[in-house]
């Protein structure tokens, strides 16, 4: 039996989200009692209450919470999967691929260029997307293949490493740990590091070492949006900060001291796509990638084996 629709779970989180049936009636474009009577559909399919309904409120149930988290995920892969569905009905392949600006852009222009002259190549389309946005623009079906560095997520993807570099320490010239030669992670806890738009609390462990370190939550240093922000922070002696190495050789500073930390975890470049069945372009896309990396690591990173 089929417990509800798409546009049902619409209606639902639409209510869940105003907490208010007039004002959802309203986001929805129709009148309330349709919403109401869909959602009152829903729970007796499902044998339980969705919302307390109150004289002047309305709130979740347990259930409602529940079917609220899960509705988020199966519009977003119904609409992942209508984009997937339209792209391979082109007469054309046309692969879409994308990375962050910068170096992963600059890794990704390469991996495009040996790839576009292979015979039967299909067209490349690079699409140049913002701090940890990649992952999900193939979680959404926007794209077909990401160049991702860690930390990221990789549930729904299937992940095929390229290279990793070790992370250095960007210390302030006068800071006490400037003089030393080789850190561990221990040594950087309780220091401050910046802070990422939308950054995770495993994202946050791992820019500060606290991963390897076992420590507790940083300390939050300035909110930053770009390498450039980054290491002007720490010559400002506003933070530390825990980098791959190709950011320290790009970024020398009279300033800033670039200490080795011999147990932080590796920063890897990765190239990924949805899981499940690959289009044969996506497939000789990866394996270009591949033997490109294995030829010719980036300066100062290992190729990792296929």
């Known amino acids: 039996m089929q417990e509800f629709d798409l546009r049902e779970l619409r209606y639902f989180l639409a209510a869940a989200e105003e907490l208010n049936f007039s004002r959802a009636a309203e986001r ?13 559909r ?20 347990a259930a409602g919470e529940t079917l609220r988290n899960e509705a988020h995920k199966v519009l977003e892969a119904a609409a992942a999967a209508s984009r997937r569905t339209r792209r391979a009905g082109r007469t054309a392949t046309v692969l879409t691929v994308t990375a962050a600006p910068g170096r992963s852009t600059e890794l990704l222009r390469r991996i495009a260029g040996a790839y576009a002259a292979l015979p039967g190549a299909a067209r490349t389309d690079i699409a140049v997307t913002g701090y940890c946005a990649q992952a999900a623009a193939l979680r959404s079906g926007e794209a077909d293949l990401a160049l991702l560095s860690t930390p990221f ?6 992940v095929h490493g390229l290279c990793s570099e070790e992370r250095v320490a960007a210390v302030p010239v006068g800071h006490r740990l400037a003089r030393r030669t080789r850190l561990h992670c221990a040594d950087l806890s309780g220091e401050p590091f910046p802070a ?6 495993a994202g946050r462990r791992y820019w500060s070492g606290q991963d390897r370190a076992g420590g507790g939550r940083p300390a939050e240093g300035p909110l930053v949006h770009d390498i450039s922000q980054l290491i002007e922070v720490v010559g400002l002696g506003q933070a530390l900060a825990l980098v791959p190495r190709h950011i320290a050789e790009r970024n020398p500073r009279p300033d800033v001291v670039y200490v080795p930390v011999a147990d932080a975890s590796p920063y890897r470049t990765v190239l990924a796509r949805p899981e499940g069945p690959a289009e044969p372009a996506v497939e000789l896309f990866v394996r270009t990638a591949a033997d490109l990396f294995a030829a010719v690591a980036p300066a100062g990173a290992v190729a990792e084996p296929a």
């Open 42 to 61: 829903m729970e007796r399919r499902l044998g339980a209450p969705l919302f307390h309904r109150g004289h002047n409120s309305v709130r979740l149930t």
């Open 196 to 201: 990422w738009p939308a950054d995770t609390e």
């Open 153 to 158: 997520d990789e549930e729904g993807l299937r």
């Open 28 to 40: 929805m474009g129709i009148s309330q009692p349709p919403l109401s009577r869909a959602i009152r």
